[in-house]
């Protein structure tokens, strides 16, 4: 099918780098890199074993699990929006990520202490208020040291980065689990240490200098602010910059799709169910997501930038559908489990990444945080309610009529979103 996107929306009012620019990656898109390289070690390999340890260890019922995952998924949108224009605001985006990344690092320590379902929903929830409070200033950092045609594939290498941090957490939630099979609290214990690691490289490696003082507020020609981006000038924040025909569509058609999205560790829980494989593999499903999203994150950022990134982004989600339907099949075996994941890992590799450029691309220099904290805020409010209902929908009906459920409605959320979307990207050479 192809999709017809044309300059009509008033999109990205940054000034584009000339066609042909070669690509360059900037140090500090690197030091974040490795930030989110450790901190993902860190929530990952604790990510990896909580489906299990909640279920199994802790015995709690499915519902309830899904309540969790809910949590996990959303708890973090009610401050992502106010971290986002804190950080325009105070242009102090790293001091508000250096917030977010200490309080998900605290929460590393608790977990050797908490038991029980109150005391794991706490914890849950206070790391995801953390990783909502830093995400979106450091996307803005990231998107403002990017060139801007190659905005998706700059996202693409911290992404990888990330990635990788996110494949290595697993792997060792695995290694401890197969030496000692009730070892969980080892792995939070590593997952302490991997924070802290974190922690520090953002501290030292990442600078925070503030930017030149902002313009006086006011209304400026075009001219004047072309003159002034040229100087160096930080534009005022203004939320009338974020209501715009791109921005509005941007954001019904993340939650289109977000509110269709169900947990990974939902899909994981089939495959497990389905195959009958022993507890201390399952860590390995999620290396098997993350190693795909590493080899197809910088290719399908580059994708986007030369093909368009919402044409990327609604694909990513057909690649999702397909892994519902992969779940779904009665067929077992390594070979269906291993399809599976590539397809969740293209997803993630073609959303992720995607969804923050575009928001940065519709948004102005000014209030690129903000622009970026709404889309993921939309994201993240969906998905909660998604886990949430998913969960409820296994308890009532099973999980292969759950999943069918969830991937017709998907479906009809794809095929809605390429309606909304017509003509709301400029082409990728004047993003």
């Known amino acids: 099918m192809y999709l017809s996107f044309s300059d009509r929306s008033g999109g990205n009012t940054d000034e584009a780098a000339p066609p042909g ?40 019922s499915m519902v309830a699990y899904g309540f ?12 992502r929006i106010g971290a986002g224009w804190t950080a325009d605001r105070s242009d102090r985006h790293k001091l508000v990520a250096v917030l977010g990344y200490g309080l998900s690092m605290v929460t590393r320590a608790w977990l050797l202490v908490v038991t029980g379902f109150g005391a794991i929903t706490a914890v849950i929830a206070v790391d995801r208020i953390g990783k909502g409070i830093r995400t979106a200033p450091r996307d803005a950092m990231i998107s403002q040291a990017a060139q801007p045609e190659h905005m998706a594939r700059s996202f693409g290498v911290h992404r990888m980065l990330d990635t990788v941090g ?42 925070g200098r503030k930017r ?29 910059a974020l209501n715009t025909s791109s921005m509005r569509r941007l954001l019904l058609i993340a939650g289109l799709f977000g509110v269709m999205t169900i947990g990974d ?14 507890t201390k593999w399952f860590p390995l499903l999620y290396v098997g997501t993350n190693m795909a999203y590493l080899a197809l994150a910088i290719p399908l950022g580059r994708l986007a930038d030369r093909w368009g990134r919402m044409r990327v982004f609604i694909a990513g989600h057909g690649a999702l559908l397909a892994a519902y339907l992969c779940a779904a099949l009665p067929a077992t075996g390594a070979a269906a489990t291993m399809v599976c994941l590539l397809l969740l890992g293209i997803f993630y590799a073609a959303t992720d990444g995607v969804l923050a450029a575009l928001a940065g691309q519709f948004s102005t220099r000014a209030s690129r945080a903000s622009g970026i904290a709404a889309a993921q805020t939309v994201v993240a409010v969906t998905r909660l309610a998604a886990s949430v209902g998913f969960g409820s929908l296994w308890f009532l009906w099973g999980r292969e009529t759950a999943i069918l459920a969830a991937a017709g409605a ?20 004047s993003a």
């Open 21 to 60: 620019t070669p690509f360059k990656i900037s140090s500090v898109i690197i030091s974040l890199g490795i930030v989110s390289l450790f901190t993902d070690i860190s929530s990952e390999s604790v990510g990896a074993v909580l489906p299990v340890y909640i279920t199994g260890v802790l015995g709690l």
């Open 68 to 79: 969790l995952d809910g949590i996990n998924q959303g708890i973090s949108a009610i401050v």
């Open 166 to 207: 996110a494949t290595v957490g697993p792997l060792l939630a695995f290694l401890v689990l197969l030496l000692i099979p009730t070892g969980f609290h080892v792995v939070f214990v590593v997952s302490l240490a991997c924070g802290v690691i974190g922690f520090a490289v953002l501290g030292i490696m990442v600078p």
């Open 212 to 240: 030149r003082e902002a313009l006086a507020a006011g209304p400026l020609s075009a001219g004047m602010e072309k003159a002034a981006r040229a100087a160096g000038a930080r534009m005022p924040f203004s939320w009338r």
């Open 265 to 278: 560790g939902f899909i994981y829980l089939v495959l497990q169910s389905r195959a009958e494989f022993a």
């Open 410 to 429: 998907l479906a009809a959320a794809i095929l809605g979103g390429i309606v909304v979307c017509r003509g709301i990207e400029p082409s990728a050479a």
